[in-house]
């Protein structure tokens, strides 16, 4: 009898069925003991891989933010010495594969998004990985990027500002802040992107504490919230007046 194959094993990693998804789970920890930074790149490829289904791709980004973070913090704490101690050419191609998915994903919210940040958490504090904000602005300011791929940055930047130390960001407060003001102005066409923008936006506020001491950015900043309360979009005003 042939062995299942990985997106056979992600899929049963989210059946109703209890003894599939044990099964399953217990192949992939195997897997992940035998060989942690193959399964890593694996997972990253199915993510990306837009001709897989969603269902397996939802269930690869699932599996890689369980092997990137934890909701336990010594257990994160972990997660990211184990990642550190990878080979950085896995790791360069598990961050590209994870920039990549951004914008292709059909489900809510952006698993890649998620990955993304988790992988600038670990990276960041530790001096690895500078360039991530810079890739993740040129998808906000290019006229070509998708609806889509502007949403799902702007996910990726504010779980960014979420999920990392204020202290490892600022060199890229500017750029972090160009990026959201650049979604959530009056002339960007997508409410989509404007909400976005504005969810990440809450999630930087201690990381932008400094532009709002500016008497000039602050009156900038305030004018791009003023004008984002007369979005016809009601979603989006809740979230800058809540």
């Given at each position: 009898m042939a062995s299942p194959s990985l997106d056979q094993i992600l899929e049963a990693t989210?059946?109703?069925?209890?003894?599939?998804?044990?099964?399953?789970?217990?192949?992939?920890e195997l897997h992940a003991q035998n060989d942690l930074?193959?399964?890593?790149?694996?997972?990253?490829?199915?993510?990306?891989?837009?001709?897989?289904?969603?269902?397996s791709r939802a269930?690869?980004?699932?599996?890689?933010?369980?092997?990137?973070?934890?909701?336990?913090?010594?257990?994160?704490r972990q997660c990211v010495i184990r990642w550190l101690q990878i080979d950085s050419g896995v790791r360069d191609k598990v961050k590209s594969l994870a920039?990549?998915?951004?914008?292709?994903e059909a489900s809510q919210p952006?698993?890649?998004?998620?990955?993304?940040?988790?992988l600038a958490a670990a990276e960041l504090p530790n001096q690895q990985w500078p360039e991530v904000t810079t890739l993740l602005v040129n998808n906000i300011t290019n006229v070509q990027s998708s609806v889509a791929l502007k949403q799902a940055t702007l996910d990726a930047i504010g779980y960014i500002c979420e999920e990392t130390d204020a202290r490892f960001l600022g060199p890229h407060t500017n750029q972090i802040l160009t990026a959201i003001i650049?979604?959530?102005?009056?002339?960007?066409?997508?409410?989509r992107v404007r909400l976005a923008a504005t969810k990440a936006l809450l999630n930087a506020l201690e990381l932008t504490?400094?532009?709002?001491e500016n008497e000039t950015e602050r009156h900038f900043i305030m004018q791009v919230l003023?004008?984002?309360t007369q979005c016809e979009d009601t979603e989006v005003c809740y979230c800058v007046v809540m």
């Open positions: 989210i059946s109703p069925d209890k003894d599939q998804r044990q099964e399953a789970e217990k192949y992939l930074p193959e399964l890593l790149v694996s997972l990253a490829t199915v993510l990306a891989d837009v001709g897989r289904s969603a269902v269930a690869a980004g699932l599996q890689l933010k369980n092997y990137l973070t934890s909701k336990n913090p010594e257990t994160k920039l990549m998915t951004l914008g292709t952006s698993a890649a998004a998620q990955c993304v940040a988790y650049q979604g959530m102005r009056k002339e960007e066409p997508s409410n504490r400094a532009n709002f003023c004008e984002a």
